[in-house]
C-alpha cells in the first residue's frame, strides 16, 4: 500500500531549526532548512545525516522548499548546499529569494567576523548557494519532474511568506510554515483552497494561546507610548528588521499624522532601509488597503520616521526609536539600553531577563546595570492562534494532520483539539522520529455532460461534503476512465443491448376470492418496495370460472395459457410483474419477474 512518512530534522517539539522531509509516492522532499538560534556548536543546523548514509544529498533529494526568510527556516542553507553538498533545486517565493542572502549575510558578519566562529559558510557560499533558486509565484504550478508538482499559497507573516502543497499523482502533503490569519495593516491574511490534502504539516507555536482583539492591543501599545513621550521619556522598541517592525512603523506613523505629534520617531539604519525599500518593490504581496492606496502615497515612505544616528540617544527630551535586535542581546538596540535604562521616565520592551523581573544586570566588564525604566511586552506576533490553526485546518480539510514548530506540552493540547473537534487524526513527531501514514490511491473518473444532467433532472441536488451515488457505465480508454450513460456506452462501443430476466415462484395458501388475493398481493409488495415498478398484467385474471390465469405457463385449472410477450414488451423498464394461478387446496402460486 503507498505511504507518505515524515521525519522532523528540525522543530519537531521544539520551536527554530525548521527542517522537515517528506517521502510521498516515491519522491522525497525537504521543507525548509533553518538554524537554530540558541547554540553556537553543531547543534544550530539540522542533523543532515539522516537523509542518507552513502551516496550523494542530490541523488537522494528531488527538491529543497524554503517557505520564507526567517533564519530558522533558511539559515542552514548555504552550509548544506555549499558544505554538506547538496546541488539540486531550491523553491522559493520572489520576495524570499530578494531578501534571504542579505539576512544570511548579516548572521555570518555576526558569527564570524565579530564572534570569531569557525565552520561557518562564507559570502561566496551564500551566493553560489543563491544561485539554485528557483522563484515561484504565488498558485503556480511548478513542475519539478514529470511526476512532482509544487503550489505556492500566500501565508502572510511576513514579506513572500508561503504554504506549499506538494503533489505527486493524487497524493498530496500541504506544509505551511509560518503563517498568520488574521490580517494586519501590511499583510492579508494566509489563505488556501479546499485541497483536502492526505496530509497537512502545520506550524503550532501558540498552539494554546488565543489572542485578544488585535485592535485592543494597538490601542494599549499606542497609549503607552504616548504617555511616556508626553511625561518627557524616551521610547525604546526592539524589533527585527522585517515584519513587525514594518507593522508597528506605519500604526505609530499613523497615530502620529491623527494626534498631529512631533516628538521624533527614529528607526536603526543598515538593514531597515534595504527592507523597507523591498516592501515597496513586492508591494503586490502586502494587503488590499496598502496596494489600493500606493499610486497616491506608499505607507512605506514615512513621514515622522527618520533614520537614527548613534549621537542622538544623548540627545534630551522624548523620542521614540526602533532598533534592532528583537531580543536585545548584542547591536544597537543593547547600547540605547544602557543609556536609557536608568531613567524611571523612558519605556522599553526588551529580553527574557529584564521581562522575568530582573532588575539588576551584569553586562560586559562585570558592570553592574541597574534598570529603573518602565519595561512592558506587548506582543504583536504573526504568527496563528490556536483559534487560526483550527481555522486553517477546517478550510483545508485534510485526512491527517502533523504538529510541528511548537512546545511539546502545547502541541499535545492543539492535538486533542484537533482529533475531538474536527474528527481528524493528528501526530507531533520529535526530531528524527519518522511518522508513516499509509494512503487510499484515488483515481480520477471523468463524467459525461449527459448523465450529470439526467441526474440533475431528477431534482436532487449533490452536497457538497457528502459523497453522491451516480448509476452509469465506466468506461476505460487509453488509461482514462469515464462514467457514461448504458446508452452512451452501447452506442460508443457499437454493442446490442443484453436482457436478463429473474423469476421466482411462492406458495400462498388463502381462502380468499383470486382477484382479492391478487390485489392484497400486490398492495403488500408496492408498500414493500416504492421505489421498484410492481404491476400485475391484466392477463393474469380473467372473468371466467377459474378466473387466474397463469403466465407462461401450464398449471392445474388454467384454462388456457397467458404468452409472456406483455412482460417481454415492458423490459426497458425495470420492476416486479406478478402473475398468479390456482393449485389444488387452494394454494396461490405467485410468479415473480425482476
Sequence with gaps: MPEIRVTPLGAGQDVGRSCILVSIAGKNVMLDCGMHMGFNDDRRFPDFSYITQNGRLTDFLDCVIISHFHLDHCGALPYFSEMVGYDGPIYMTHPTQAICPILLEDYRKIAVDKKGEANFFTSQMIKDCMKKVVAVHLHQTVQVDDELEIKAYYAGHVLGAAMFQIK????????????????????????????????????????????????????????????????????????????????????????????????????????????????????????????????????????????????FADNPGPMVVFATPGMLHAGQSLQIFRKWAGNEKNMGTVGHKILSGQRKLEMEGRQ????????????????????????????????????????????????????????????????????????????????????????????????????????????????????????????????????????????????????????????????????????????????????????????????????????????????LWLCLATVPTRTWALTSAL
Design 168 to 311: 505527486v499523482g493524487s497524493e498530496s502533503v500541504v506544509y505551511t510554515g509560518d503563517y498568520n490569519m488574521t490580517p494586519d495593516r501590511h499583510l492579508g491574511a494566509a489563505w488556501i483552497d479546499k485541497c483536502r490534502p492526505n496530509l497537512l504539516i502545520t506550524e503550532s507555536t501558540y498552539a494554546t494561546t488565543i489572542r485578544d482583539s488585535k485592535r485592543c492591543r494597538e490601542r494599549d501599545f499606542l497609549k503607552k507610548v504616548h504617555e511616556t513621550v508626553e511625561r518627557g521619556g524616551k521610547v525604546l522598541i526592539p524589533v527585527f528588521a522585517l515584519g513587525r517592525a514594518q507593522e508597528l512603523c506605519i500604526l505609530l506613523e499613523t497615530f502620529w499624522e491623527r494626534m498631529n505629534l512631533k516628538v521624533p520617531i527614529y528607526f536603526s539604519t543598515g538593514l531597515t532601509e534595504k527592507a523597507n525599500h523591498y516592501y515597496k518593490l513586492f508591494i503586490t504581496w502586502t494587503n488590499q488597503k496598502i496596494r489600493k492606496t500606493f499610486v497616491q502615497r506608499n505607507m512605506f515612505e514615512f513621514k515622522h520616521i527618520k533614520a537614527f544616528d548613534r549621537a
Design 368 to 575: 553592574v546595570l541597574e534598570v529603573k525604566m518602565q519595561v512592558e511586552y506587548m506582543s504583536f506576533s504573526a504568527h496563528a492562534d490556536a483559534k487560526g490553526i483550527m481555522q486553517l485546518v477546517g478550510q483545508a480539510e485534510p485526512e491527517s494532520v502533523l504538529l510541528v514548530h511548537g512546545e511539546a506540552k502545547k502541541m499535545g493540547f492543539l492535538r486533542q483539539k484537533i482529533e475531538q473537534e474536527l474528527r481528524v487524526s493528528c501526530y507531533m513527531p520529535a526530531n528524527g522520529e519518522t511518522v508513516t501514514l499509509p494512503t487510499s490511491p484515488s483515481i480520477p473518473v471523468g463524467i459525461s455532460l449527459g448523465l450529470l444532467k439526467r441526474e440533475m433532472a431528477q431534482g436532487l441536488l449533490p452536497e457538497a461534503k457528502k459523497p453522491r451515488l451516480l448509476h452509469g457505465t465506466l468506461i476505460m480508454k487509453d488509461s482514462n476512465f469515464r462514467l457514461v450513460s448504458s446508452e452512451q456506452a452501447l452506442k460508443e462501443l457499437g454493442l446490442a443491448e443484453h436482457q436478463l430476466r429473474f423469476t421466482c415462484r411462492v406458495h400462498l395458501q388463502d381462502t380468499r376470492k383470486e382477484q382479492e388475493m391478487a390485489l392484497r398481493v400486490y398492495s403488500h409488495l408496492k408498500r414493500l418496495l416504492p421505489t421498484l415498478r410492481t404491476q400485475v398484467p391484466r392477463c393474469c385474471w380473467c372473468p371466467g370460472p377459474t378466473r387466474m390465469r397463469n403466465w407462461g405457463a401450464s398449471l392445474p385449472h388454467c384454462s388456457r395459457r397467458v404468452s409472456p410477450r406483455p412482460l417481454s414488451g415492458h423490459t426497458t423498464h425495470p420492476g
